[in-house]
């Protein structure tokens, strides 16, 4: 009888165009078979303590390359059958593209592959035809958990459209640090209370669309302003701050069921005082707070091993061997699998660790790959990938969310909604705290076509301002200046600030006696660096949905509805939002 159902199943793969012409797949579909009927401790004593240790390794594409001659498939396709690794993460390339080279290379790999992304804000964070929502602050300012159930639902469909098993979302930091250069609107805010509820709902709606949820960065990388891409950052204070705080939202997320937490790279001396150890390798943050204390049984992910609060202080070999110390089940992104791989293997033949050490951690990776399906189907369908990923449904909901988040900080005078406006001259000056325009684009093409100002002129300035006499004299033409701020997170730039000229120049313009609103499109925090503006808007972000919003509230075809989900000064406490 067994027999005949290998011999229907085989048939069934290859009618679907999945068998491969290559001497473990009949391994493969015994594999499949077998764990269907629960035999994971059966896979396990069959595994040798090198496929074992393999499994605990996720790997990362350089690019994207779906040429099987290039130098980075054929690294992966050694990963995969020599190495033997157990997942993947991704962080280019288009839906069809990915979900073919996910079917791919999950042929290759006799136990299926766990692919993961860092899809915080939807897929179009990596995928560039995927969806974007608006930022985790701007659902905050919403204060409605079922848009974030939604949100996560939405963009767990859109995981499984294409193979992605785990995303690396939600970020459940509590954001209480206005100079944070790397968390900041990734966070839904500075309440505990918020972030978790927020953060729960998001959690509920990816795991009941099958994919695997993370809560990071654990133990909280709200209170900081070094960025860990950088170096590491040091948290200055006990546990009594951090039990009452940071680890509320993560306490939170565990007992709604999380099914993964994330690791920081960030340092806690009143905790582990080892010189430069970050909480990701410290067995006293992962093992004795995350795991005995707080009594998660999960899967338990390092942040990329990449990072500069990584790599600056500890080499390859040992942070291979400080991840099983500490308790990780997953090593994200190691800077050489083979010698990671190696380094493990080399220490439980010395007695540092058990097999049976190594053993826990493949049972609970076993245990979430089965939990996602993957032991009865590893491959997807591209020819559906379209028709999921960045749906009108999608679009329908990042515009409700977004719609619902725009946040009235600041309204002197009344002079907003702009409904009278139609005799009045505008002149849109957008500012960028990098070398790029962001959005600045769409913003002034869709304000454009807005007509609300009889006339309107625009420009977009970025970085470092030089010889801004002319400009100012020009903005004395006008009746309204209207400031669009793209001041956003970017990894390795240390700040989410503005320069120092760009804040003279909303400064000076005050000074012109004209009317100045400032909208600011990221970093909510801004209005700490300049006086005297009529009016401040919040928007948290520069998707197209959330500058359609702006756009809709600042002229009254919407009314303004978010509050603060941060205080942004004493003046602006949390929870500020002047409603229409």
């Known amino acids: 009888m067994k027999f005949f159902l290998i011999l229907f199943c085989i048939s069934i793969f290859a009618f679907f165009g999945f068998v491969q012409n290559d001497k473990t797949y009949n391994q493969r579909i015994l594999s499949q078979i077998n764990t ?32 099987e001659n290039s130098d980075d498939f ?60 608006p930022s985790n602050m701007g659902l905050g300012a919403t204060r409605n958990t079922e848009l974030a159930y939604k949100m996560g639902l939405q963009i767990a469909k859109e995981c499984r459209a294409i193979g992605v098993h785990q995303n690396y ?28 509820q927020m953060g729960d709902a998001m959690i509920k709606g990816l795991q009941d669309g099958n994919v695997i949820a993370t809560a990071k960065h654990f133990p909280g990388h709200g209170d900081t302003d070094i960025d860990s891409h950088s170096d590491l950052p040091i948290i200055n204070f006990g546990m009594d701050r951090l039990n009452s705080i940071e680890l509320v939202p993560f306490k939170s997320a565990i007992n709604s069921g999380v099914k993964s937490v994330m690791i920081a790279h960030l340092s806690f001396p009143a905790v582990d005082v080892t010189p430069f150890l970050p909480s990701s390798l410290s067995k006293k943050i992962v093992t004795d707070i995350l795991i005995n204390d707080l009594n998660f049984n999960g899967l338990i992910v390092t942040d990329a091993l990449n990072m500069k609060g990584i790599t600056k202080h500890f080499t390859t070999k040992e942070v291979a061997l400080s991840c099983v110390d500490a308790g990780i089940d997953i090593i994200l992104m190691p800077q050489g699998e083979k010698e990671s791989i190696d380094a493990i293997v080399e220490a439980v033949g010395q007695g540092v660790f058990s097999e049976e050490r190594i053993n826990k951690s493949v049972r609970k990776i076993l245990e979430a790959k089965k939990w996602a399906g993957l032991f009865e189907n590893k491959f997807v369908d591209v020819n559906n990938v379209k028709n999921i990923v960045n749906s009108n449904d999608a679009k329908i909901l990042s515009q409700q969310i977004a719609d619902a ?61 030089t010889n801004v006499d002319e400009l100012i004299s020009k903005s004395k033409n006008f009746d309204n200046i209207i400031i669009p701020i793209y001041a956003k997170v970017k990894i390795m730039t240390g700040t989410v600030g503005l320069p120092e000229t760009q804040l003279n120049l909303i400064n000076a313009l005050v000074q012109n006696g004209k009317k100045v609103t400032v909208l600011s499109m990221g970093n909510p925090y801004l209005i700490q660096g300049f006086d005297g503006i009529d009016a401040y808007v919040c928007a948290f972000g520069d998707s ?24 942004i000064s004493e003046e602006f406490p949390y929870g500020t939002g002047i409603l229409n």
């Open 36 to 67: 269907s009927d629960d035999q994971i401790e059966k896979i396990i004593s069959e595994m040798t303590l090198r496929e074992k240790v393999a499994q605990m390794m996720v790997t990362n594409s350089f690019g994207f390359d779906l040429d």
């Open 74 to 133: 054929k690294r992966f396709k050694n990963l995969i059958e020599v190495e033997k690794v157990g997942g993947v993460i991704f962080f280019k390339g288009n839906s069809v593209q990915e979900a073919n080279l996910i079917n791919k290379l999950q042929s290759y790999s006799n136990i299926p592959l766990l692919i993961s992304a860092d899809f915080e804000r939807g897929t179009a964070m990596r995928l560039e035809d995927g969806s974007l929502f």
């Open 169 to 196: 979302s939600p970020v459940v930091d509590v954001n209480n640090n206005p100079k944070n250069p790397i968390i900041n609107v990734r966070s839904f805010g500075e309440d505990p209370l918020l972030v978790s």
């Open 405 to 465: 988040s725009i946040t009235l900080v600041k309204n002197n005078n009344s002079i907003l909604p702009f409904t009278n406006v139609s005799d009045n001259s505008a002149f849109i000056i957008s500012l960028n705290n990098g070398n790029e325009t962001a959005n600045a684009d769409y913003f002034i093409k869709t304000f454009s076509e807005s007509n609300m100002f009889k006339s309107l002129e625009s420009v977009n300035l970025t970085g470092d301002l």
């Open 544 to 567: 197209e949905a959330t500058i359609n919003s702006t756009i809709k509230a600042i002229n009254g075809t919407i009314k303004f509805k978010g509050k603060l989900p941060v205080g």
